[in-house]
């Protein structure tokens, strides 16, 4: 019976099976049918010439590229509901830092921002991904971006494309982008062109990779060298920080790009110098913070345009500027016709609860900061943070709709002056791998290096170096160093070359040996600054070794100073010394009798009194970026001359601090039982050549108050050497309501000139020029006489004049 039923059986089971194939065939269809219905969907969205962002058919105002910005915005905002208005006031950060998928999941439609997002930071950049998973081949890069924004257009109801943000400052933060010299480096340039290039870079390159808004510039001064982040600064004047940092707003925003400058504002001078937990209490009077801290910034808004800005986490007289209308509205938005959106820094707005102690609850922290002014904040933590305590203070009535409007109106501004709703896919596959860290790119990072270094001493004119010594030897814990030397605001996997390999590769015929010496910090770091501490064995092995290698070679050049060990963001210092071993390692080759030069690689002012006094050749690199190598080797051996100057004060003492020009009167004064004056002066560097000045001309001896002259001065190579000069204007008002500064840098120029060449320079100094923030709290121009100065220095003048305003 069983045998008889078998078959049946099999007939029944391949009956059943077929049935299955056949139902999952047509199952299978019918999704693929589905499928391929909804891609047909999403694609009729895009028309010629425009998009159907809504998916309803009509082009809608928002949708019509020939429509002015004002009225799209408004169309949008219309019909924009509450959670999708909310959502535009939240950053994203990308892949690796917040965001956990890679590229968007069935999930996102459960996630907060189905309902849309701001802008996505730093997404497929490479910095938190060092195996380059999203990052490199850059088209790789690209095609991540583009498929999360096709996500937000296509399945957002609203299709509001995002603003891919990005760093920065030092070259775009991307994996293998162009890297240039830290921004402190390029302060010592002093040359509006070269920051201008390096600008236009960072854009071509930020541009092509499909990123649309670049956090930079820092406008932040650098007043205190002790505080970490000087190495970010352009250096601790406001004209110079101000003309530089216009130079990158303009040129990044004219390749349709946003400039977003950082941090505003009073930022950079926290209580000490201290970073890190601290990031508070700046101890600045009103007119020193108007006339100093905010003028940059003012330069970048009014001057520059700029169409963002990011909020600092500081307070200013006890007030939070991320929760302070003083700042946000009243300065930026009325004084200075910001048009653009206010960014938090990270953390900014947690701050007010949890550092400020100013809001008692989520809620209350959001409603001061949106209140305030704040557009969109920005943490390391999911968007939802922000999104539902800012529901929660409309439902409650902390916030009103026509605040939130007015934050969200911003943004979509912002979106539709970048053209996202036009071109939402930005980014171009087929040439980024011509554009990106390009040959044209690198000879610009190449001379940027060689313009970022500054001569400080040069006794017996032991610089440059002879390319014919046999034996060299290069010494010091930043000697052969690169990783410490990239930045995590700079672009990752930079291929930086040392400063010994660039050396040993400049001279083939020489023996370039190398030898450590000791660690950019030692073990007890920072303890051992407090009291000497005993070398142990190992220590005293490395710099043995050092002295060692040293006596068998013609010269001796040490590589000293920091690096990402001891100088960055949350890196302050309450020494200005060399740290570690170096001290101890600079003392014990110079007592081996060899020639010794003091290369210093770092991002803050030291006070090396003891080399300034027995070392006789001094040059500094802040941080010079991916040329690092080669543009040192250029310098040393003579191939180029240095002529960058000073950004910073360099003071002899700790204790001097603060101690930054410009000076008011008898502040730099001399004591007598203290330390006087400075090591190195703002605007000081020496040349392998000379420079003399000569016919100073102002065009007008007398002028109204809204009245401008021009200065002219000539300037010579009287050397044997081609160089660089950077020519300083000076301005003194003589006589005023309140007390003003000796000396206010208004003018300068790097100019070269072959041996023997003259040129002559021109300078307009405009009421802006000579104006002060009086009694009243007003920017006036004052009747009186001023005096001009011109010189190499703040403290080198050679040629001065007086002018009369009336």
Known sequence: MITKLKPLLINKMTNRNIFIARFAAIAGCLILSIASLDAQKKQSIYKKGWIDFNKNGIKDVYENPEAPIDARVEDLLSQMNFEEKTCQLATLYGSFRVLRDTLPTANWKNEIWKDGIANIDEQANGVSDPRSRLSFPYDKSIRNRQAIQRWFVEETRLGIPVDFTNEGIRGICHDRATMFPAQCGQGASWNRELVADIARITAEEAKVLGYTNVYAPIMDLARDPRWGRVVESYGEDPYLTGELGLQMVKALQSHGLVSTPKHFAVYS??????????????????????????????KAFVEGGALGVMSSYNDYDGVPITGSPYFLTQILRGEYGFGGYVVSDSEAVEYLLSKHRVAADSVEAVSLAINAGLNVRTNFTMPQTYILPIRKAVETGKVSMETVDSRVRDVLKVKFWLGLFDEPYKGDEKTV????????????????????????????????LSKNLKKIAVIGPNADEVKNLICRYGPANAPIKSVYKGIKEYLPNSEVSCAKGCDIIDKRFPESELYKLPLDEGEQALIDEAVALARKSEVAILVLGGNEKTVREGYSRSSLELPGRQQQLLEAVYATGVPVVLLLIDGRAETINWADRYIPAILHGWFPGEFTGQAAAQVLFGDYNPGGKLAVTFPKSVGQIPFAFPFKPGADSEGAVRVSGALYPFGYGRSYTTFEYSGLQISERTIPADGSLTVSVSVKNTGSREGDEIVQLYVRDDVSSVTTYDKNLRGFERVNLKPGEQKTLS????????????????????????TLMIGASSEDIRLQEQFRVE
Do not use: C, Y
């Open 269 to 298: 001078v926290p209580v000490g110098g201290r970073d890190e937990g601290t990031r508070t209490d700046p101890h600045v009077a009103p007119r020193e913070m108007r006339t100093l801290l905010l003028e940059p910034f003012r």
């Open 433 to 464: 791998a011509q554009i990106v860290h390009s040959p044209e790119h690198q000879a610009v990072a190449m001379k940027a290096a060689l313009q970022s270094f500054v001569l400080l001493k040069n006794e017996n004119s032991l610089l440059p």
């Open 763 to 786: 300078f307009r100094l405009t009421p802006r020029d000579l104006g002060l923030w009086n009694q009243e709290n007003k920017f006036v121009v004052e009747p009186g006489t001023f």
